[in-house]
């Protein structure tokens, strides 16, 4: 099962579930934990293990070899991204538009657009007993987060297959790199808090899960401040809320000093017993 902890907003909480859902699973099974906000990853910031792999992660880009170059105009006809701009003597290359589709490299009729690995971030690896923990960092200058949350997707499934529950700590928002992150997920958590903003935009992600028709269900974080308006939004749309998360002073502090919380917090850890429950018995559903 692929698991996917989302929002719509940032600092809702989707770190903190992430990690103490995955060291609290891989105290009795193999669970790989994977980083996917690529532009701010810090669930490492409460993971103690040892690193086993690192690896710099490429995207493709055209290169202009202006000798053979007859400046026709194709390339700059076909790129839907405004990639690449056409002056009277030269072919100009911006990298950080280049979506790597390859057509005005495949489409240039003298391959005067050959594409080039560019270093856009890299991917490292550490293992705690059961829990394994990737996470994945953009470079800085870098514009798009999608090609290095596709590759790290990618790497996960190539590499670890075989282990059954998977967990994606997803960028915030409803855009591109959310879509990426979420798309293959066999189940989507939305994580919100009961307030306004936290409502305006638990609706912009659940509208874009259900465009993505994806399965998806919600937990309320710091339950207990703001007003009710999030669980009378999901109960007259029938989301099912699962979870809901106590607003505490001591989760508070426990999290800003980098500790897990359902080993010091008893009503966290009640909490998230209640969500394991319910993966527990969506898998045996799926199994049957």
Request: glycine share 6%; net charge negative.
């Amino acid at each position: 099962m692929k698991i996917a902890i989302a929002s719509g907003k940032g600092g809702t909480g989707k770190t903190t579930l992430s990690t103490n859902l995955a060291v609290y699973l891989a105290e009795k099974e193999s669970v790989v934990l994977t980083d996917l906000d690529v532009e701010e990853p810090n669930s490492g910031l409460f993971i103690n293990g040892e690193l086993t792999h690192h690896e710099n992660k490429y995207k493709m880009v055209p290169q202009w070899k202006s000798d053979s170059c007859t400046l026709c105009g194709n390339c700059r006809e076909v790129c839907n991204f405004h990639a690449i701009v056409q002056l009277v003597d030269q072919i100009m290359v911006f990298p950080q538009l280049c979506h790597s589709c390859y057509a005005c490299s495949e489409l240039c009729p003298t391959d005067s657009l050959p594409m080039v690995p560019e270093k856009m971030g890299e991917l490292r690896e550490f293992q705690a007993d059961k829990l394994t923990f990737i996470e994945s960092k953009l470079d800085v200058g870098q514009e798009q987060a999608v090609p290095l949350i596709a590759q790290t997707l990618r790497y996960v499934d190539e590499n670890y297959s075989e282990v059954m529950l998977k967990i994606y700590d997803s960028p915030p928002g409803t855009s591109c790199p959310v879509i990426e992150a979420t798309k293959d997920a066999d189940l989507v958590i939305l994580i919100t808090e009961p307030t306004p903003f936290g409502l305006h935009d638990l609706k912009l992600a659940v509208e874009t899960m259900q465009e993505l028709k994806k399965r998806f269900v919600v937990i309320i974080n710091r339950y207990g401040i703001g007003n009710d308006d999030v669980v009378d939004y999901c109960d007259g749309e029938n989301i099912p809320i699962i979870v809901k998360i106590p607003n505490s002073k001591a989760i508070a502090e426990r999290y800003s000093r980098g500790e897990l919380l359902y080993l010091v917090v008893p009503e966290f850890r009640a909490e998230l017993d209640k969500l394991i429950g319910f993966i527990d018995t969506l898998n045996r559903e799926t199994e049957q």
